[in-house]
């Protein structure tokens, strides 16, 4: 999964003379108590202040010292390096990264701190649910800064900054009203499953994670150009760019929560807990405007616990169970007037002079091969969709093209449409039949592709068998 979201890596880059890209943020005001006063700004600011040593004991700096002394940075990492299954230890690379934190990052960090109390706790349950490391909660920081919506600008968005493609492998739904990857339960349970997919490749949580960030391919690479090493620091020079601070980023954001305390980072609490939060499922299409005044509760705050849906608007679809996320005092008025509720949201959709977007589905991945005469107006007229997002799918920095170049097209499936009073996807078309014959060169990933609303996992399960069993001319069941 290549992409450049890397929130906490951006000063980092100049390190190679790169300028630092800015990150797209979509998140608005959270919560009155959750503000997020220019993060990004904090983020990639270039500023270094004059550092002074902590002393080498654990004291509190009350001062917010900027610097850790080394004796004491490499006791706490021997520390923490025997409570994780990561390789944690002391690095010339690590100690400047860190204490580069500690000198520039003070609010932002203490910021995050107060964020994560939200967070960190759905992420642990998730993770230790799929055998994971707890401590993958902190990869969320080095991604997004916690922000449930950031858009990197190759298109990699929500906590774990998934890509269109890779999140359809992993069960992420993607269409004009919902983006999973802003999910934080569905969108957490992907990143485990895909992580401890590259652990069972590597055997190595830190190569892993640069897998994560990089692909799996550059991490091989980057062992065979090393001369066979497997050891994260002695691959590093061989890694691209992007991913060589970035474990050297994960394993800093791990030492500084770990050791807040130390640092004198407040400690502020979060205005909402996971715990006092639950969900419900919906039976009918709402919209959040509907809701503000009939549960006594703000729009932010909706918007906050439920971020996946882009329109303020929970369709309701009877093959897919859609949910929605309240304080428990505002779940239990909305299960007290359930059906009162749902008359007047439908009303009030019944009222609308402007019509409610169809419901597409980004379903279709195609390489598309740039022939005479093509430029991308051409090409996106003929896809039905955007330049801009031609050139984003793609890393273009403007619209020139070459014949022969190939781009990577998603096309929407526009004869699909949401039934607002029946929750049905109507005007599909449908499959001629059930099965799928699998054709020479054909994988699980590249069928996948073909089939709208079908992952990779749905066609192992449904089927019962792994990559090594598939053969062109097998029939492949395309249902449960």
Known sequence: MRKLALFFLLPFFNLYGQEPKKIVDTTAIILKGFKQVDLLDSLIDKRIF????????????????????KDTL????????????????YNPVLENIINNYLATRKVS??????RSQYYFPLFEEVLDAHNAPLEIKYLSIVESALNPKAKSPVGASGLWQFMFSTSKMYGLEVNSYIDERFDPVKSTKAAAKYLN????????????????????GNVTKAMRRSGGYSNYWNIR??????????????????????????????????????IETDTVLIKEML????????????????????????LNIIPYIKSKRNTLRLPKPALGRFLANEDEIYAFSKNEFNKREKPLPKFYKMNSRIRYSVKSGDYLGKIAKKFKVKIKDIRKWNSLKNDLINVGDRLIIYTNSTDVKLDINNGVETG????????YTVKKGDSFWTIAQKLPNISVEDLKNWNDISSKDLKPGMKLSLTK
């Not at 490499?74 to 025997?82: A, G, H, P, Q």
């Open 50 to 69: 004059q550092a002074s040593y902590i002393k080498t004991n654990d004291s509190i700096d009350k001062n917010y010292l900027s610097k850790v002394h």
């Open 74 to 89: 490499i006791k706490r990492l021997e520390l923490l390096n025997s409570k994780t299954p990561f390789n944690i230890e």
């Open 109 to 114: 960090f203490e910021r995050l701190v107060q």
């Open 197 to 216: 997919k590259l652990y069972d490749v590597f055997g190595d949580w830190s190569l892993a994670l640069a897998a994560y960030n990089s692909g799996p």
């Open 237 to 274: 020079p061989f890694l691209p760019k992007e991913t060589a601070n970035y474990i050297p980023a994960f394993f800093a954001t791990l030492y500084i929560f770990e050791f807040a305390d130390q640092h004198g980072f407040h400690n502020k609490p979060a205005p909402f807990s996971i």
């Open 287 to 310: 919209h959040f405007n509907h809701l503000v005044d009939a549960l006594n509760i703000e729009k932010e705050i909706l918007e906050f616990l439920n971020p996946s849906y882009k």
């Open 428 to 435: 599909m078309t449908t499959k001629n039949n059930n099965y």
